[in-house]
């Protein structure tokens, strides 16, 4: 079984490694477009191997889809990432064209993989992917809501002081700064957060969270890579392992939360099958406004996308 990763930058690396350390495939491909990058993390990945314990084979290669032939799941991460004073948006222009081509060639040498895409601008380039890949949107959708809820999780066990590990939280609608956070359908141990956190509190975590990319941004000069790798490897992981995890995951809507022909994020059954579930949790006026306000936001993007004429 093989996985391949396209983009050998920061967040596809971490995401090879990520899956070769959890042992998801007996083959992990990176592929890049710049000579030799892949091939080298490829090789240094692998040297990892005999000490961290793995046996997944990790390959570099350069533009050469026919090694990437017959992969199972396939993580686009290729394309520009934001710097500072950017938007996510503001990588469309680039980002679109790079995603159509990468996916068509996917597509031609695995024409039943799952693809998953996380370049941005994230909830467009899924669109812009699935209209190239003429595949049913169940097999093609994006990451942003499994790394949007950690950190929203990661700040909440700051704030209490408890493990991460005890933090469960829904987050909806578009990976960008209308992002919505559903205070809500979040709780520490069962424990619902809002009679651990005053609202206020609560509030600065929910704005934190949204403007999370951008604080990274701020910090490094380019964006996270940790958290969206091992983000996108444990999406893999739950189809390789057709583990029925319930994820937020950006996906195209055909009606539900009243929405038709949009990607956005919301929470799905992943497994085998790829998306398996929509699954459509009740919204009080309050959050379903929020909602709707994020898909406009993404659908304003979806509109430059199709304005573009690339695909
Ligand atoms: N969805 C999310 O939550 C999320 C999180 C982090 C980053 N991102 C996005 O992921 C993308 C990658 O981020 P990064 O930090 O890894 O950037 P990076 O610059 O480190 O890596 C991108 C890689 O893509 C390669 N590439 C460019 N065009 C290509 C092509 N046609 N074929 C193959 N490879 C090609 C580049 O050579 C580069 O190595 C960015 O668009 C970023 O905004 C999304
Ligand atoms: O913020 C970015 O530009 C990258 C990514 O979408 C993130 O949220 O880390």
């Not at 992990?28 to 084979?57: C, F, R, S």
């Not at 704005?207 to 000069?221: A, D, P, S, Y």
């Amino acid at each position: 079984m093989k996985i391949t990763v396209v983009g050998a930058g920061n967040v596809g690396a971490t995401c090879a490694n990520c899956i070769a350390q959890k042992e998801l495939a007996n083959e992990v491909v990176l592929l890049d477009i710049k000579e030799g990058v892949a091939e080298g993390k490829a090789l240094d990945m692998w040297q990892t191997a005999p000490i961290n314990y793995y046996n997944t084979k990790v390959t570099g290669v350069t533009n050469d889809y026919e090694a990437t032939a017959g992969s199972e799941v396939v993580v686009i991460t290729s394309g520009l990432p934001r710097k500072p004073g950017m938007s996510r948006d503001d990588l469309i222009s680039i980002n679109a064209g790079i995603v159509k081509s990468v996916t068509e060639n996917v597509v031609k040498h695995s024409p039943d993989a799952i693809i998953i895409i996380v370049s941005n601008p994230l909830d467009v380039m899924c669109y812009a992917a699935y209209l190239a890949a003429k595949k049913p949107s169940t097999k093609v959708f994006g990451m942003a809501g499994v790394l949007d809820t950690a950190r929203y999780r990661a700040f909440i066990a700051d704030e209490l002081q408890v493990s991460p590990k005890d933090i469960q939280a829904l987050l909806m609608g578009g990976h960008g700064d209308t992002m919505v956070p559903l205070p809500r359908y979040t709780t520490v141990a069962g424990i619902p957060v809002t009679e651990l956190i005053d609202a206020d509190k609560l509030e600065a975590i929910i704005e934190r969270t949204k403007k999370g990319g951008g604080e990274l941004v701020n910090l490094m000069g380019t964006s996270a890579w940790y958290a969206p790798g091992a983000a996108a490897a444990q999406m893999v992981e739950a189809i390789v392992r057709d583990q029925k995890r319930i994820f937020p995951v950006c996906t195209l809507l055909n009606g539900e939360y009243g929405m038709e022909g949009i990607y956005l994020g919301v929470p799905v059954k992943l497994g085998k099958a790829g998306i398996e579930e929509v699954i459509e949790v009740k919204l009080n006026d309050a959050e379903m406004e929020l909602l709707k306000g994020s898909a406009a936001a993404v659908k304003s993007v979806m509109d430059v996308l199709d304005g573009m004429n690339i695909i």
